[in-house]
């Protein structure tokens, strides 16, 4: 989700405003998806660079994301929407984690779309952390080195409950992947678009997804 603050500079707000902004986007673009009954989407809110932004942005961000929380809550179970997080997102203010985790407790048992929340969220972190897990395991003789497979290291990764990765949106004409989902990439169809992101929509969203559905995937295949 990029292209907040330029969306703001471009109307002479503050960059608040575009975040502020960015999260309206945020709520139409999740309706989008159980509308069109995506089984999942995953939302890069904050990554582990970010903490680089200055301190009030910092906060802006976090204060946007408990309003958010509390307030989508309600709609989430009504709509059968699954909630999980990825990233190390433990290291957010405590009252943050506490309600994140009330939230994916609440929602655990939810069959529709599953809505996944980056936040801290670095895939180089992420790997990192799943080679300790599967370290510490060898260390303890659970596992044999040579006998980690692909599949082992996907299923230590915060994304293990989530479905092969099918398309990646980037939004505000930026083309790199910035440090998301670097092995969940390896197949995914990517898609670039001008807009930026509190403009993004159900119209963009559906725009994507017709693009991805005309691409022939061959997985290395002929
Ligand atoms: C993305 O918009 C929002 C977050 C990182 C949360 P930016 O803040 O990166 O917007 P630009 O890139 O300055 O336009
Ligand atoms: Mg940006």
Redesign the pocket.
Known sequence: ?????????KRHLP?AA??KR?VDAVRSTVRAARDLGLEALTL????SE?WK?PEE?VSD?MGLLRHFIKKEIDEFIANNVRLIVIGNYQALESDIVAMIDDLIARTAHNDGTTLAIALNYGSQDEMIRATRALAAKAVAGEIAPGDITEADFAAHLDTASLPPLDLLIRT?G?QRLSNFLLWQTAYTELYFTDV??PDFGAAELKAAIDSFAGRERRFGGR
């Open positions: 989700m990029d292209g907040n603050g330029r969306w703001a500079k960059r575009g975040h960015g890069y809110a904050f990554s970010n932004r942005e961000l505000s930026e930026l992101w």
